[in-house]
T-cell receptor, first 114, second 114 residues
Framework: DGGITQSPKYLFRKEGQNVTLSCEQN?????MYWYRQDPGQGLRLIYY???????QKGDIAEGYSVSREKKESFPLTVTSAQKNPTAFYLC?????????????FGEGSRLTVL | GQNIDQPTEMTATEGAIVQINCTYQ??????LFWYQQHAGEAPTFLSY????GLEEKGRFSSFLSRSKGYSYLLLKELQMKDSASYLC???????????????FGRGTQLTVWP
């Protein structure tokens, strides 16, 4: 079955450490996205990529980095520069191009900084 | 900027009908999405409206008025499993934006009581 796989589901990190969240999709989608969700707030876009080897900053990119070396993979690194990293992180993909923009989401990764 | 508003919380009883409203102000418009999100899980797609009017899908319907910047999600014959957060999201028509770049409201937490 096609879908999006995020790992790990839960992650604990000490302050000052970088951590990388994995996102893999087998939907053959061109576009991939990382959103952050905090209690009482809407999903906020961190980074997105419309094609391999290209990505753009979203609304809250500071303290994060991404890469898109393969169509299937879009890992997100939360660096020590991110001031408030504890959150629920959602990866999504869409067909891209002139489609409706429907997003397909992974199950999410919950990061807690101790 | 983009502004999307929806009520924070709503409650209803099993078997009832509930209407969740969403108003938006965005720089252009390429469609409006509704997603359902159960606690700790990924959002799942419910509906998409790009033209004015009502779209019906089983117990769920979604309405759009582009001139008023307004949409609603109508849930009929409520069931306990409908208790979830309902997210309104808009695809703007910014120059250079990808259609998958959605802006989300904060979500409406619906609680269905027996």
């Amino acid at each position: 079955d096609g879908g999006i796989t995020q790992s790990p589901k839960y992650l604990f990190r000490k302050e000052g450490q970088n951590v990388t969240l994995s996102c893999e999709q087998n939907l053959n989608h061109d576009a991939m996205y990382w959103y952050r969700q905090d209690p009482g707030q809407g999903l906020r876009l961190i980074y997105y990529s419309q094609i391999v080897n290209d990505f753009q900053k979203g609304d809250i990119a500071e303290g994060y980095s991404v890469s898109r070396e393969k169509k299937e993979s879009f890992p997100l690194t939360v660096t020590s520069a991110q001031k408030n990293p504890t959150a629920f992180y959602l990866c999504a993909s869409s067909i891209g191009g002139r489609n409706t923009g429907e997003l397909f989401f992974g199950e999410g990764s919950r990061l807690t900084v101790l | 900027g983009q502004n999307i508003d929806q009520p924070t919380e709503m409650t209803a009883t099993e078997g009832a009908i509930v209407q969740i409203n969403c108003t938006y102000q965005t720089s252009g418009f390429n469609g409006l999405f509704w997603y359902q999100q159960h606690a700790g899980e990924a959002p799942t797609f419910l509906s998409y409206n790009v033209l004015d009017g009502l779209e019906e899908k089983g117990r769920f319907s979604s309405f759009l008025s582009r001139s008023k910047g307004y949409s609603y999600l109508l849930l009929k014959e409520l069931q306990m499993k409908d208790s979830a957060s309902y997210l309104c999201a808009v695809s703007p028509a910014d120059r250079g934006s990808t259609l998958g770049r959605l802006y989300f409201g904060r979500g409406t937490q619906l609680t269905v009581w027996p």
